[in-house]
């Protein structure tokens, strides 16, 4: 090219750049989100509630976050943990997502964890409860972090709750996967502690539909039942157990009772307990409005799993104020995020020092009444009792919980079962 074309060249592209940049938004970058849920599948309603959680979040604050334009990326894992692994990977390298967030079950957040390590981007448990992600397992991960539970979390308060309430004997009837055996495990560690007994345990393979196998082997001489069921397992059990003439009460762990699957049971659940960091029954004004604009948005009352979203793009937003709208990396990210104590829906949270929250837990009846000016009666969670400020350690302290072995099958012991 001569010299004189160059120089005539020169205007048009200083005049193209110029234009180019009076059009560009002059506001804070894109933040690029990856989202990791079961769209498809026998949990594609749970993934729809965790889906729907973080999007009303994002439509309340006009697509920002912490002022940054929000580019949101949602990936369908089919509730299979290789699955959500090829879908983290897919949005890391081809996305280029500056964070992904999700995974439903305890085992895919044990699958995810270890790709948010390798490629060194920050991973936000929104969902996956599984123990060991902020426990023995965390210095693996450092661009880990969780914003929901801990499986055990909830279900030690629920234990002593038992306990309180003067049951002896119970028999433990829980899903055949992590998530089952760190529910139970939890729930079995306090009830024990406090003087009770787990006098069976019988663990039907996740996805159960038919429980008649196993109800006639309940031993009769319990006082109650602990269960813990997911997805359609939840809808099943209760109506299969009362249908065969078991009457005993029936204490659940949080997903047992959560409301994605409450308003499609029956009579049959009414004074059911269970335990849980959220209920859309909290008779909170915040509560209350969120439950009304999602209801109205979506025509159904939020469950946990879209709560424990909309609470994760609360805590995304103020983490991003701090940082000035601007992406700060990871690592800074994490340091940002465990230093809010955020007031959400569900009620206070802190960050404990392995990036874990420390909530409310709350343990649930449920009855059948109004809530909120609605007018006709619904099955509702309502809190009968809150243990406020409740960590991952309960009341062990984290050296000595951390000194015992994971809740699995066979952790606890079933001392008692004979």
């Known amino acids: 090219m001569t010299t004189t074309k160059r120089h005539r060249l020169a205007p048009m592209l200083f005049g193209s750049c110029l234009a180019l940049s009076l059009a560009a938004p002059a506001s804070a970058e894109e933040l690029r989100i990856g989202f990791v849920a079961p769209l498809t599948g026998i949990f594609a309603q749970v993934g729809k509630d965790m889906q729907d959680g973080f999007q009303l979040y994002l439509d309340q604050h006009g697509g ?8 949101f990326i949602v990936e369908d894992e089919q509730g299979k943990p290789d699955t959500a692994v090829t879908k983290a990977k897919k949005l890391v390298l081809n996305d280029k997502v500056h964070m992904f967030i999700g995974g439903l079950l305890a085992s895919s957040g044990y699958a995810l964890a270890p790709v948010s390590s390798a490629e060194k981007t920050l991973y936000i448990s929104s969902v996956a409860a599984a123990d060991d992600l902020t426990q023995r397992d965390l210095k693996k991960y450092p661009y880990f972090i ?20 003067g049951y002896k004997k119970i028999v433990s009837v829980a ?44 031993k009769a001489d319990a006082d109650a039942i602990f269960s813990l069921m997911v997805g359609p397992m939840s809808l099943q059990f ?14 659940g762990g949080g997903t047992s009772y959560d409301e994605f699957a409450l308003p499609f049971m029956g009579d049959e659940v009414i004074g059911d307990v269970s335990g849980l960091h959220y209920s859309a029954a909290l008779p909170t004004p915040k509560n209350e409005a969120f439950v009304k604009a999602y ?9 946990y799993y879209s709560e424990n979203n909309y609470t994760t793009a609360q805590w995304i937003d103020e983490a991003m104020k701090k940082a000035g709208g601007k992406w700060p990396g990871p690592e800074a990210f994490i340091k940002i995020m465990s230093e809010i104590k955020l007031d959400s829906v569900r009620g206070p949270i802190a960050m404990d020092d392995m990036r874990n929250p420390v909530q409310n837990i709350y343990i649930k009846k449920v009855e ?24 991952q350690f309960w009341t062990y302290g984290k050296d000595k919980f951390l000194a015992q072995p994971l809740y699995s099958r066979d952790f606890p012991p079933c001392k008692f079962c004979n």
Not at 238 to 251: D, V
Not at 295 to 303: D, E, I, L, N, Q
């Open 64 to 71: 920002k976050l912490g002022g940054a334009d929000v580019k």
């Open 146 to 165: 969780r914003t929901s539970w801990t499986s055990s979390q909830p279900h030690h308060a629920l234990g002593q709750w038992a306990c309180d309430q």
């Open 175 to 218: 899903a055949d996967y992590a998530f089952g055996y760190e529910v139970a495990g939890g729930f079995q560690k306090a009830f024990e502690d406090c003087g009770g007994q787990i006098i069976q345990k019988i663990w039907p393979p996740l996805g159960t539909k038919d429980f008649g196998p196993y109800l006639p082997t309940i």
């Open 238 to 251: 209760p109506k299969q157990l009362r249908g065969a003439g078991i009457k005993k009460p029936i204490i």
């Open 295 to 303: 209801r109205t948005k979506y025509g159904k009352v939020p469950s």
């Open 368 to 391: 059948k009444k109004k809530m909120f000016g609605y007018e006709k009666d619904e099955l509702w969670n309502t809190v009968i009792k809150t243990y406020p400020n409740v960590g």
